[in-house]
């Protein structure tokens, strides 16, 4: 990979997102964006990069913004790990932010390339090529208005500084990961902290934390997955002080158990096949019993929204107890054998996949209706709380009757998109609210 060539991507893939990029909505634009600057760079890996124009395609599927920030956020970490690679917790860690480390580093390597090899090839055709638009390009648009809107739809409407913060943030990014072709990162250095921890002294808390956790699971067995029998026939038990009281403390058990599992799995001797027999042994039971409570917490969280009704923040969390219960199942599936150089990129691996299984869930939708279901059966629903939902819940809210509908709707609007913006949760808000009469709202 040469100087002249790193740039030439970069210029490519700046352009790219100065051109696709939607200005303001999250859309099409960034998926498209995505995988143009991916096939830019050659030589990924085939499976981060999928994840990478997955999350990024969120944008064309979900209007929730919380939702696609998540998402692009990870968007990045799956790309810079397509470029860098990775396969150790240490090594995932580095690759996930080897790109824009790359990128500053790529700027002296970049100008010292160019210095030496004197202007690129191409310069003079790009330059008369760029004068030659310039001149024909403002003639055409003014000889036909339908090439003018065409024009016109490929650029921003307000002109502003954000094509060129683009141009330069894409770019850069682009040559850091060109870069890193010629420097790359040793990610997975090898571990040089040593198995120091003999069975005597990891086996009795182990074993005590297995003990107290089977009689946690014996002894809830009535109130784990009792559900609504139990809140009924419990006194001065509500769903809210079930469900609440139990659930986050058993979230909390669960990522500290994770923690637990994973220092003992990495300093604890190894030395005879009693070790081995007794590490799998406990870490397992462990890891069995943590599912239980995985299980546990998720009840206890449905429990309590078919009571008070589902929100986002309800199903995101849910979510990320699923995850951890797939993360539980990875364990013991590494510990039968007790090789686990894969566990790292799993683990990874399906966190970015559930973020892309969230979208398709899309909780702003879904939490919308489910409260309309909630309604239909019981009569009760929070209005004001849905109408602070994004887009996405429209269709579902345009459901309600007209004196509820209207409040939930009343100060929606939702703007066309362009191709670079096009976005399906926004498309069906606008088709839901065509047509409809309004009447105002009855405070």
């Known amino acids: 990979m040469t100087p002249h060539r790193a740039l030439l991507i970069g210029a490519l893939a700046g352009t790219a997102a100065a051109a696709l990029l939607p200005p303001t909505e999250p859309g099409l634009g960034w998926a498209l964006t995505a995988a143009l600057v991916l096939a830019l760079l050659r ?103 339908a090439f003018a809107d065409l024009l ?117 001797h190894l030395d005879s096949p009693a070790d081995r027999r007794w590490l799998r042994g406990l870490l397992g039971a462990l890891s069995g019993l943590t599912l239980v409570i995985v299980a546990s917490a998720l009840a206890r969280m449905w429990l309590y929204q078919q009571a008070y009704g589902f929100t986002v923040a309800r199903v995101a969390v849910a979510g990320c107890e699923l995850w951890l219960g797939a993360v539980y199942l990875l364990v013991l599936a590494a510990g039968v054998r007790l090789r686990a150089g894969w566990l790292a990129r799993a683990v990874v691996g399906t966190g970015f996949a559930a973020l892309v299984g969230l979208a398709a869930l899309n909780p702003d939708r879904f939490a919308a209706e489910r409260n309309v279901e909630r309604y239909e059966a019981t009569g009760k629903i929070d209005v004001w709380y849905l109408a602070r939902l994004s887009d996405d819940a429209v269709p579902a809210l345009a459901g309600l009757p007209p004196e509820l509908r209207d409040c939930a709707l009343e100060f929606r609007r939702v703007e066309p998109d362009d191709w670079r913006s096009w976005n399906l949760g926004r498309q069906r808000a606008r088709e839901a609210l065509a047509g409809f009469s309004w009447n105002g709202c009855a405070r």
């Open 43 to 145: 030589h990924v890996r085939p499976g981060w990069a999928v994840l990478s124009v997955a999350l990024f395609g969120v944008g064309a599927v979900v209007a929730a913004g919380w939702l696609f920030a998540l998402c692009a956020a990870a968007g990045c970490a799956a790309a810079s790990l397509a470029v860098a690679g990775g396969r150790t917790a240490r090594g995932l860690l580095v690759g996930a932010g080897a790109v824009p480390v790359a990128a500053v580093r790529a700027v002296p390597w970049l100008a010292r390339g160019v210095r030496r090899a004197g202007t690129p090839p191409l310069t003079r055709p790009v330059l008369v090529t760029a004068g030659l638009l310039l001149v024909f390009v403002p003639l055409l648009a003014g000889a036909d208005a």
């Open 152 to 268: 016109g739809s490929l650029a921003p409407d307000e002109p502003s500084g954000q094509p060129v913060v683009l141009f330069a943030v894409v770019g850069l990014g682009a040559v850091g990961a060109a870069h890193l072709r010629v420097s790359p990162v040793d990610a997975d250095e090898p571990s040089d902290l040593p198995r120091t921890v003999a069975r005597r002294d990891w086996a009795l808390p182990v074993g005590a934390l297995v003990l107290l956790f089977t009689a946690f699971v014996v002894v809830q067995v009535d109130t784990l997955f009792a559900g609504d029998e139990h809140v009924l026939v419990t006194p001065d038990l509500t769903y809210a002080d079930y469900a609440r009281s139990g659930f986050w403390q058993l979230l909390a058990v669960t990522v500290l158990t994770l923690g637990v599992i994973a220092v003992v799995a990495r300093f604890a």
